[in-house]
Structure formats: structure tokens, C-alpha cells
Nanobody
Framework: VQLQASGGGLVQAGGSLRLSCAAS????????MGWFRRAPGKEREFVAA????????FYADSVKGRFTISRDNAKNTVYLSMSSLKPEDTAVYYC????????????????WGQGTQVTVSS
């Protein structure tokens, strides 16, 4: 499975961005999809995930109420809508795919996208 992330950029604090991740080379609906991020000087961390069917979503506490993950199985794409962005959201964001039910664990990720930079200025 190949994952191509896009939509990152520079935004002011309080602003919004929408990331997209297009999948190819596999059966998209078989995979739980997620987003992780790595801030400068920090380890990669879980951000959000959505189950294969799209009916279950999960978020890190730091983004609950501000970020929304969704997927369109007809378009083989997963999205991350981010609002009320904070400078501490600055990071490289990676989309991820796994068939494992424990998808918040980095070691369980089977496929990674290339990352897209999000920079939030204060």
C-alpha cells in the first residue's frame, strides 16, 4: 500500500487546515487508517485514527474537540480536519495504515505515508 499525504502548510494560531492522504496499491477498506505526528525534538506520536468502516474514530487527548478524522472509501482517501490550531501542533504529519486493531501503537503500523509539514505561527 502506498500512501500520499498532502495539505500541510503554514497557518496562524487559531486557523484551520485539512490534510488528505490518498492510498493506492491495496484494498483501502481493509485498513484502519490513522495520523501520527512528530514535532521538532520529539518522538512520533499518535494523533487520530478511524476504523475500516469509518464508524469508529479515536483521538489523542491533545487534539480532541479540535481535529476530525474521516475517510472516503470510494476515493481511497483519509482526511484530517484541524481547527483551532496551536503552535504546539507544529509537526510533520504522517498518515498510516494497519489491519491491527491497536492502531494507536506505532509498532503496529504497517504502512506509512511520506509526511506533510504543518507549521502554526503564534
Amino acid at each position: 500500500v502506498q500512501l500520499q499525504a498532502s495539505g500541510g502548510g503554514l497557518v496562524q494560531a487559531g486557523g484551520s487546515l485539512r490534510l488528505s492522504c490518498a492510498a493506492s496499491g491495496g484494498t483501502f477498506r481493509n485498513y484502519n487508517m490513522g495520523w501520527f505526528r512528530r514535532a521538532p525534538g520529539k518522538e512520533r506520536e499518535f494523533v487520530a485514527a478511524v476504523r475500516r468502516s469509518g464508524t469508529g474514530t479515536f483521538y489523542a487527548d491533545s487534539v480532541k474537540g479540535r481535529f476530525t478524522i474521516s475517510r472516503d472509501n470510494a476515493k481511497n482517501t483519509v482526511y484530517l480536519s484541524m481547527s483551532s490550531l496551536k503552535p504546539e501542533d507544529t509537526a510533520v504529519y504522517y498518515c498510516a495504515a494497519t489491519t491491527n486493531v491497536n492502531f494507536a501503537i506505532i509498532a503496529n503500523v504497517q504502512y506509512w505515508g511520506q509526511g506533510t509539514q504543518v507549521t502554526v505561527s503564534s
